[in-house]
């Protein structure tokens, strides 16, 4: 990251007060990086949040009282949300697929190794998806895996009609965002600037109301299944 750029800003969200601490140890050790709220639940999350405005919550999915995905889901309605990235000792697939849907846009295990937690944040904090191994093994195999024919049927046709809104570059856009490609690789696939890229992505965020690339990408996927 840019060392004249202000730290970035993150919350910490955990019931176990110990966890709070190691992660505070960890993140406030980087000089891009420092913590400055934290939480024991999901109302308190809310509530530190909408005081101290970090760029980044770094959330826990399953606490006592309210959970993690249901603090997310509301966080992220705000008219400038945070980024958020989940933190969990479970990597189901509903946990994993429910965190990405509601918007976050990254997923890591606590057993996590602190450099990859750190440079989760970072990717997080850029707009960038941060997902674990363990937690893209989930997303692939929840995305590929078996499902009802009703379900499946209702989410493509679900995700066709949202996508038949776009213009054809921008559906390239989103194939290319869903391939995993980065602004200057789809400039490159499709022929264009980097600046057509971005003008076609905040289209795309405005269309299909995605918070973050993870929706679009996830869109694509279930359009195609």
Do not use: W
């Not at 176990?16 to 980087?30: F, K, N, S, T, Y």
């Not at 530190?48 to 006592?64: A, F, G, I, K, N």
């Not at 958020?84 to 946990?95: G, K, N, P, W």
């Not at 600046?195 to 076609?200: D, E, L, Q």
């Amino acid at each position: 990251m840019d060392s004249e750029r202000e730290p970035v800003r993150v919350a910490v969200v955990d019931d176990e007060q110990l966890v709070r601490m190691a992660l505070r140890l960890v993140i406030d050790g980087e000089p891009d990086l420092t913590v400055v709220a934290e939480a024991a639940d999901g109302n308190a999350a809310i509530t530190v949040v909408d005081e101290q405005r970090p760029d980044v919550v770094l959330m826990d999915v399953r606490m006592p009282g309210r959970d993690g995905l249901s603090a997310a889901r509301e966080l992220l309605t705000r008219p400038v949300p945070p980024r958020v990235l989940m933190l969990t000792t479970f990597d189901s697939d509903d946990l994993v697929l429910g965190a990405l849907r509601a918007g976050a846009l990254g997923f890591v295990l606590k057993d996590t190794p602190p450099p990859q937690i750190l440079d989760a944040v970072r990717a997080v904090a850029d707009g960038n998806p941060a997902l674990s191994p363990a937690a893209t093994a989930r997303v692939i195999a929840a995305a590929t895996g078996p499902q009802s024919s009703h379900a499946r049927d209702s989410s493509r046709e679900a995700a066709r009609r949202q996508l038949s809104t776009l213009t054809e570059r921008e559906l390239q856009t989103a194939r290319a965002i869903a391939d995993g490609l980065g602004n200057p690789e789809i400039a490159r696939r499709l022929n264009i600037t980097v600046g057509t890229v971005k003008a076609h992505t905040g289209a795309l965020f405005a269309k299909l109301a995605a918070e973050n690339r993870v929706q679009i990408a996830l869109l694509v996927r279930d359009a195609e299944e």
